[in-house]
Structure formats: C-alpha cells, structure tokens
C-alpha cells in the first residue's frame, strides 16, 4: 500500500517520513500543491523570486568607496554638461 495520512480536524497532514526523504524534506519547510489535470503533486515550495535579480550585472564592480565615488562624480558631471 503507498504511503497516505489521515487529515486532521484543522486540515493538517502528517508528511510520511519516506515521502519527507525523498523530497529532502525537514521540520520547518514549506511544501506547495499543483493541480495538473486530475493530479495533485505535493513538491518542495519554490522560493518566491528575489526582485532585484534582474538588476545583478547592472553597474560595474567595485573595490573600493574611492572607486564608487569616482564612479557617482563621473556621473554627475555627464549631468551637468548635458544640461
């Protein structure tokens, strides 16, 4: 018989510990639920997506504040000859 649980009064499900190790799961993970068709698959929860990842990359690597604030001085003088 495949592993199962029994749902609690509050809606809670006790993980089988060999579905808990073969996912890697351990206390204090969160686990998510999708519907595909006919099936629910229960897998690890994906972590949520970090917003600035888009942005690594984006300004040039610095080593030092001297460097960043020749950087920001450079900047502000595109600005003002600009203007």
């Given at each position: 018989?495949?592993?199962?649980?029994?749902?609690?009064?509050?809606?809670?499900?006790?993980?089988?510990?060999?579905?808990?190790?073969?996912?890697?799961?351990?206390?204090?993970?969160?686990?998510?639920?999708?519907?595909?068709?006919?099936?629910t698959?229960?897998?690890?929860?994906?972590?949520?997506?970090?917003?600035?990842?888009?942005?690594?990359?984006?300004?040039?690597?610095?080593?030092?504040?001297?460097?960043?604030?020749?950087?920001?001085?450079?900047?502000?003088?595109?600005?003002t000859?600009?203007?």
């Amino acid at each position: 018989m495949p592993p199962n649980s029994t749902i609690s009064s509050k809606g809670q499900i006790t993980v089988p510990l060999e579905i808990r190790r073969r996912l890697g799961l351990k206390e204090g993970d969160r686990v998510e639920f999708v519907v595909e068709g006919e099936k629910t698959i229960i897998r690890p929860a994906q972590p949520a997506k970090n917003p600035f990842e888009k942005y690594a990359g984006a300004l040039p690597i610095f080593h030092s504040r001297e460097e960043i604030d020749n950087w920001v001085s450079s900047l502000r003088d595109e600005e003002t000859e600009t203007e």
